[in-house]
């Protein structure tokens, strides 16, 4: 998983399951998902911060790629067209002491990105938050997703938990961002079902 400029963009995994949008805005997921894993995928807080509390280490950002993108992505969340082309998509890896904890793909006005994203290989709350500045994030969705490239850098069997989420400044819509959670996670969290 070492950063290279020969790194290809990972298609989005592939959607399970996914939760009425209606009830992921209310904060309900399924009833069947625990409580401490509700925080991390339905609650509005940084999920690198509790990464960062839940593990006792530095996150850190292992960029897999940053391009433009060309094509409209019809595995996309439906909120990446309420975003100003031309886009740019952001994927990388989140890690805590060697461990893969997560994937993340993020979309942006590619001048958005410019002003925003001043160092590519940081979290992006840290990117966003530099100077102090109100953020909004309202998570939008919650599945439950599958990919053989996620198995094999997790190692471990899917499904996999999965949120996408936008962030908001002055009422407007900055990024659109989808996580994949490792089930590693379990280790702090507890379990997780992944039944619908």
Known sequence: MERTSQAIVFDSPKKLWEADASTVLQGEGPQILP???RLMLLGDGSPTRHLRLLTGHEVKVKLIKMEPETTANRDAPVEVRELNPP???RQVWLTCDNETLAWAESWWNLNEAKDHLKNKDQPIWKNLTEGRSELFREVDGLSLVNGEWLEKAFNQKGPFW??????????KELT?????????LEQWLGPSKTQS
């Open 162 to 171: 999965s949120r996408h989420y936008r962030f908001f400044r002055d009422s």
């Open 87 to 89: 886009l740019l998509r």
């Open 35 to 37: 409580g401490p894993w």
């Open 176 to 184: 659109v961002i989808r996580e994949v959670f490792s089930p590693a």
